[in-house]
């Protein structure tokens, strides 16, 4: 037992970056079940932001500061709040929902899943990956904004137009009905005899 | 756009301005009066501990028992004995009690009180240690003269002044209550009755000048005015009251 | 509106003998020198014994190989950790009572001044009541995220303060290890992370109350973080850098360097479109200077966009149901967060712990004599102001009356002994400890030389004084601004926030890059 502790630490102090590397996955994946399984929805929305601070993590790892940074800030605290905003004004019947699913839509999406898998497993294995000996520089800020603006620009573009459409498509359901005048008021009205007949109502008690 | 522009410097000046307003009140006399050390100059319409007055002038208890508070009162901390003389059948004070700890001040006993008998006074330290101590009872609620003289001039009431001199019901009692032993305020009563008569007496003339004096200048010159001739009629008086009262707290 | 209120209360009402009223100004004077004096104290003595002491003594005792060079080494890095966990807590005790005698001297009143001596440890004593206090869970509440909201509150503060030491003590060799090349988006994402702790907590109290606030909350800082960072990204595009050490060294050789004025433009330039350019650019600093200011306070949610904690609204939102050591951490995490946001304007846009005049009080200005009577006079001053006042009633401190004025002149002759033996001590240290004790000092003495060395640092100890300086003057507005303006409305806070503050930093964005071209 001694000898294996030893051995443990000693691999430890050797790959530093590994044993990092697990401690912050047997944080993050915990987590993401936990999200998943969680039957109060809004906790399972807390607990998105501790995948997310995992994942800052791994980014910490590969030396891109920045990018950690903007996990947190956008990923970890901005979107999530804004998730978890949204489902505490849903419906709250959602939490206590524990009917299972119908059996076909069960299916559905265990199939569903394995062929996500499946998809990933393989692009990222056919994808070749370059490890370069050479140390990250630490300022990667300008890397990362070239990158953006000369190589990658076309999917930056195409990011930026996916959230405008999202942007405009959210001012459009969020936008306030425009009704012809007459239409109104005969909403108006139809209160107005509502609110009269509930009076009579009192009269009549 | 030049709207927008001219509304935001608008806004910023006014913010800017109201900063410095505030910016310089930091240098003004503060207005706090830090309590133990300085006991505050309540008004006289401050509403605390409840009182019962004697007549400034004669010492006689003003209660005549007529229930009013005690009906009056929300809270129903208000406990008045009485029985009906047998000589002068008017009902006769025995006991008072009043529950401080139920009281919620609202002064409503003080302004039914047809005799202004029952009063808030400005003390406000009466904390005790526990719950009985704060029913205060006949003994304890009766003002000394001193005090009666005090308050009635501070919350500027017309002093009870005719009850001595109503012809029919005052002086009848009066003169039957020193046959009625059952008076906690018995040693209020033969003081009146025997040697600050004279003073009493010297007190009301002296008092009445000044009242009616007081009373025409109200009308001209206002409030203040009447407060600063209370102030410089009563100051002896008010004096002496306050040394009471300060050995009253000594005594606690 | 205040003009009004003042002109509505009658003179007569205010018992004022003098038009003005000093005593006050200068008690909390007082106060503020004595506590800082005490925290700038603690901590520089905590970061001496952790980070030279002690490594020292280890070094002569066991030789600096094997495993002591583990243990200095150890020492050293955990130095600026020490410096921030001895620094927050009680800075935010002393934050709290600040506000409060600065609140007093605003709404003509005069704060705590009953506990200790002047009321110096009022806030001690609320904390040992807070810790002391029954820590209640509400029934019905998520206990785990109950407990856990105040601890994510507050543990982000703490970390966000680590870039800015390296910032703030002119780049000392114990903290640049907390120099990070992202520095500046490393804080602000650290800053931002405390209103999850708050959506968190309103969520888990099981109060409605609770909710609305944490509610609102997160809408305000979603809202505001905007402006925010846009303002601080427009200054680091102007700095041409993230490094909060690099910014602040670019601001250095006086105030007319400040990223505030632009950026040392305005001094630089001799053709007239030029000029202009600098001077457009200038303006458009001040404007981000006030976005900042602005996001800043609804960040922290202070008035006045104090809506997730509005007590008459919602009896003090999201913590509401917390009590005892919990309630405590929310406090303490409320002031440290509105350190840290001066801290980070005061860095980004003053200029951190540089000197605003060259020359003044700086590394440089300790070595000649102005230095020695300065430091002399400056002792003098602090201590006159720490323990004497003019002996008025009810001061606490001091009684009326003859035995006033006795303790009254003794104070002075005890300061000006103290001021005396400490302003030597300065002039000594001014010449680099080389002077008149110092030279007779044999070899064996050189452990004493040593100390006396390493405790004083002219440039950390300069560039704190002025890093100090400047948070607590914006600490300061701050508490005026609150004691100013009212709360705004939900709807004229979204209104402002997303229509007004947001547009204008993206136009300033785009107006300071251009104009930084043509200067």
């Known amino acids: 037992m001694g000898e294996n502790l030893t051995a443990l630490t000693a691999w430890a102090q050797n790959h530093s970056e590994t044993t990092a590397f697990y401690i912050l996955a047997f944080l993050a994946i915990p987590f993401a079940y936990g999200v998943l399984l969680d039957r109060r929805i809004i906790r399972s929305g807390f607990l998105l932001i501790g995948v997310f601070g995992a994942i800052s993590g791994v980014f910490l790892l590969l030396q891109a500061q920045f990018l950690a940074m903007a996990q947190i800030m956008i990923y970890a605290v901005g979107i999530t709040l804004v998730v978890v905003i949204a489902l505490m004004l849903t419906n709250p019947r959602l939490e206590h929902d524990v009917n299972p699913a119908i059996p076909v839509a069960k299916t559905s999406g265990i199939v569903v899943s394995i062929l996500l898998f499946v998809t990933i497993y393989l692009s990222l294995r056919s994808e070749i990956w370059p490890l370069s000996p050479s140390p990250v520089k630490a300022d990667n800020v300008l890397q990362i904004g070239t990158g953006l603006l000369t190589y990658y620009s076309l999917p930056f573009e195409f990011a930026s137009v996916l959230l405008l459409v999202a942007l405009i498509g959210a001012i459009m359901l969020a936008r306030a009905e425009h009704r012809p005048p007459s239409q109104m008021e005969e909403r108006l009205d139809a209160q107005e005899d509502l609110s009269s007949e509930r009076n009579d109502n009192v009269v009549q008690v | 756009m030049s709207n927008l522009v001219s509304r935001a410097v608008g806004g910023l000046y006014q913010v800017l301005r109201g900063l410095i307003t505030v910016g310089r009140h930091s240098f003004r006399q503060p207005i706090t009066k830090e309590f133990p050390d300085i006991t505050p100059d309540l008004p006289g319409a401050f509403r605390g501990r409840l009182a019962l007055g004697v007549n400034p002038l004669t010492g006689e208890h003003l209660c005549i028992s007529c229930r009013q508070c005690e009906r009056v009162c929300p809270d129903k901390c208000i406990q008045i004995t009485s029985h009906k003389s047998p000589e002068t059948n008017k009902p006769e004070l025995i006991d008072f009690k009043i529950d401080h700890g139920l009281c919620m001040f609202c002064g409503l006993c003080t302004e039914v009180c047809p005799t202004n008998c029952i009063i808030n006074t400005n003390d406000f330290e009466m904390s005790e240690y526990t719950r009985e101590a704060l029913v205060y009872d006949l003994r304890k609620l009766t003002l000394s003269q001193e005090e009666s003289a005090y308050y009635f001039a501070k919350k500027e009431v017309p002093l009870p002044k005719p009850k001595p001199a109503k012809p029919e019901a005052k002086p009848a009692a009066a003169a039957a209550k020193p046959a009625a032993e059952a008076k906690p305020v018995a040693e209020a009563k033969p003081a009146a009755a025997t040697e600050p008569a004279g003073q009493a007496k010297a007190a009301d003339e002296e008092k009445t000048a000044a009242e009616a004096k007081s009373a025409d200048e109200a009308k001209a010159v206002g409030q203040e005015k009447e407060k600063l001739v209370d102030k410089s009629e009563s100051a002896a008086v008010s004096a002496e009251a306050l040394e009471g009262k300060d050995k009253k707290q000594e005594d606690k | 509106m205040a003009t009004t209120s003042l002109a509505a209360v009658p003179s007569g009402t205010v018992p004022s003998t003098g038009s003005y009223n000093w005593v006050e100004v200068f008690k909390f004077a007082r106060l503020t020198v004595i506590w800082l004096v005490a925290i700038f104290g603690a901590v520089w003595i905590t970061c001496w014994a952790a980070g030279e002491l002690l490594p020292h003594l280890i070094e002569m005792k066991c030789g600096g190989q094997g495993p002591s060079r583990y243990v200095i080494e150890g020492l050293q890095a955990c130095t600026p950790l020490l410096a921030i966990l001895v620094f927050i807590p009680v800075n935010a005790m002393f934050m709290v009572l600040c506000e409060r005698r600065a609140l007093a001297l605003f709404t003509v009143r005069k704060g705590p001044n009953r506990v200790g001596a002047d009321g110096l440890l009022q806030?001690?004593?609320?904390?040992?009541?807070?810790?002391?206090?029954?820590?209640?869970?509400?029934?019905?509440?998520?206990?785990?995220?109950?407990?856990?909201?105040?601890?994510?509150?507050?543990?982000?503060?703490?970390?966000?303060?680590?870039?800015?030491?390296?910032?703030?003590?002119?780049?000392?060799?114990?903290?640049?290890?907390?120099?990070?090349?992202?520095?500046?988006?490393?804080?602000?994402?650290?800053?931002?992370?405390?209103?999850?702790?708050?959506?968190?907590?309103?969520?888990?109290?099981?109060?409605?109350?609770?909710?609305?606030?944490?509610?609102?909350?997160?809408?305000?800082?979603?809202?505001?973080?905007?402006?925010?960072?846009?303002?601080?990204?427009?200054?680091?595009?102007?700095?041409?850098?993230?490094?909060?050490?690099?910014?602040?060294?670019?601001?250095?050789?006086?105030?007319?360097?400040?990223?505030?004025?632009?950026?040392?433009?305005?001094?630089?330039?001799?053709?007239?479109?030029?000029?202009?350019?600098?001077?457009?650019?200038?303006?458009?600093?001040?404007?981000?200077?006030?976005?900042?200011?602005?996001?800043?306070?609804?960040?922290?949610?202070?008035i006045p966009f104090d809506l997730p904690e509005a007590e008459s609204e919602l009896v003090s939102g999201y913590n509401t149901e917390y009590s005892g050591i919990k309630f405590a951490i929310f406090f303490l995490a409320e002031f440290t967060n509105l350190f840290i946001v001066s801290t980070i304007a005061a860095v980004m846009f003053l200029g951190g712990g540089a000197s605003p005049i060259p020359g003044l009080l700086d590394a440089t200005f300790f070595g000649g004599a102005a230095g020695q009577i300065t430091a002399g006079a400056a002792v003098i001053l602090v201590g006159i102001l720490c323990l004497s006042c003019k002996p008025v009633p009810n001061t606490g401190l001091l009684s009326s009356g003859w035995f006033g004025w006795l303790c009254f002149g003794l104070q002075l002759v005890i300061v000006a002994v103290i001021a005396l033996l400490l302003g030597g001590g300065a002039s000594l240290v001014s010449n680099g400890l080389t002077g008149w004790p110092f030279n007779q000092l044999s070899a064996g003495h050189a452990q004493l030389k040593w100390l006396f060395q390493s405790l004083v640092n002219p440039v950390t100890f300069a560039g704190m004084f002025w890093a100090l300086l400047k948070v607590y003057t914006l600490v300061i507005f701050a508490i005026l601004v609150r004691g100013t303006l009212p709360r705004f409305r939900i709807d004229q806070l979204m209104d402002f926030g997303w229509k007004r503050l947001i547009p204008l930093s993206l136009i300033l964005l785009l107006a300071v890059t251009f104009l930084r071209e043509l200067v």
């Open chain 3, 123 to 302: 806030t001690a004593a609320d904390a040992v009541k807070l810790l002391f206090k029954e820590d209640i869970t509400p029934r019905g509440a998520d206990v785990v995220m109950f407990t856990l909201a105040p601890i994510i509150f507050f543990a982000p503060s703490v970390f966000a303060a680590v870039p800015l030491l390296a910032a703030v003590t002119s780049n000392h060799e114990l903290f640049s290890i907390t120099n990070l090349p992202t520095g500046i988006f490393y804080v602000l994402a650290m800053s931002s992370i405390p209103v999850v702790g708050i959506v968190m907590g309103g969520w888990a109290s099981n109060n409605k109350y609770s909710l609305v606030g944490g509610l609102r909350s997160a809408a305000q800082a979603i809202a505001y973080e905007i402006p925010l960072v846009l303002s601080i990204i427009t200054i680091c595009f102007l700095s041409g850098t993230l490094d909060v050490v690099a910014i602040a060294k670019g601001q250095s050789d006086g105030f007319w360097h400040w990223n505030l004025l632009g950026g040392g433009v305005l001094l630089s330039v001799h053709s007239a479109p030029a000029i202009a350019a600098a001077i457009g650019l200038a303006l458009c600093c001040l404007l981000l200077f006030g976005i900042y200011l602005t996001g800043a306070c609804a960040e922290i949610n202070r």
